[in-house]
């Protein structure tokens, strides 16, 4: 996958020669949550003109990265602005899982402040002149999953949610009655981090507050199935799994066709 991911690049940059062509551009850009300066990474198609849907991407606990960036371009060349998010700040970015650890848990115990992060982005794109403010959808991996959705249970005005194996617990599931838009979950069915318990309890959660709601769920994939970085031993309760990114992608790509 990271060989795959390498190639895209280069594909990118050749077409991206050739005007002829849809081209896929890319671009780092500061934006700022407070005083704190973050620093995401900007796609969109050069070719297309006028105005399009944007989308959030939050990456996984390691901090923005290669493969937020690389689901960026690929959400780009489907045709949308997409803004790879930076939510723990310019320059910070974890050395290993330990530091990944703490700074996952202090946005994720810090719920004020992971949702001004995430919305920082959110409106940093809808101010975009490429971007359709009325149609912004937001996506995310692992943490960045658990991240997208708590910008939802904000009340953002979103136009969709996408959680790729993201965690679903939530300290105040009453907050779900703000959620404004669909909500995609695309989920191992053998994730240990997040239990059929957690499972159980955000379907209630969704139910409850009536949200239109939709869940994948994929036969022996555990948490970060689509994360080439995980390894491919899912009896450590975290690896790649070829097949349900696949799909999983598929899967996003239906739920982001759909008409209301």
């Given amino acids: 996958m990271i060989r795959l ?14 005007p002829s062509h849809a081209a896929i551009r890319a671009e780092t850009v500061e934006y700022k949550d407070g005083d704190q300066v973050c620093e995401g990474y900007l796609a969109w198609d050069d070719s297309f003109h006028g105005k399009r849907p944007g989308m959030v991407v939050v990456h996984d606990w390691m901090g923005l990265g290669e493969n937020s960036k690389m ?3 690929q959400v780009a060349a489907l045709g949308y602005v997409a803004l790879a998010a930076d939510i723990y700040g310019k320059g910070i970015r974890a050395k290993d899982a330990q530091e990944a650890g703490q700074l996952a848990g202090k946005f994720k115990g810090d719920l004020p402040l992971l949702r001004s992060r995430v919305r920082a982005a959110f409106d940093t794109l809808a101010r975009n002149s490429r971007v359709d403010g009325g149609k912004i959808f937001a996506m995310g991996y692992c943490f960045g999953g658990t991240t997208v959705l708590e910008l939802a249970r904000s009340g953002a005005p979103l136009a969709g949610v996408i959680t790729f194996h993201g965690g679903l617990a939530t300290k105040n599931s009453a907050d779900a009655k703000n959620i404004k838009c669909r909500v995609l979950v695309l989920h191992g069915a053998a994730d240990p981090y997040v239990p059929p318990a957690e499972v159980a309890a955000f379907q209630k959660e969704m139910d409850d507050a009536k949200v239109d709601w939709q869940m994948n769920l994929y036969a022996g994939a555990v948490h970060a199935f689509t994360i080439a970085d995980a390894g491919s031993d899912p009896s450590k309760g975290a690896a790649y799994n070829a097949k349900a990114d696949g799909r999983s992608w598929e899967a996003l790509k239906v739920f982001l066709q759909e008409k209301h």
């Avoid at 991911?5 to 050739?18: E, S």
Wanted: hydrophobic share 80%.
């Fill in 5 to 18: 991911a390498a190639a895209l690049a280069v594909v990118l940059v050749a077409v991206a020669a050739h």
């Fill in 71 to 73: 689901r960026a371009r």
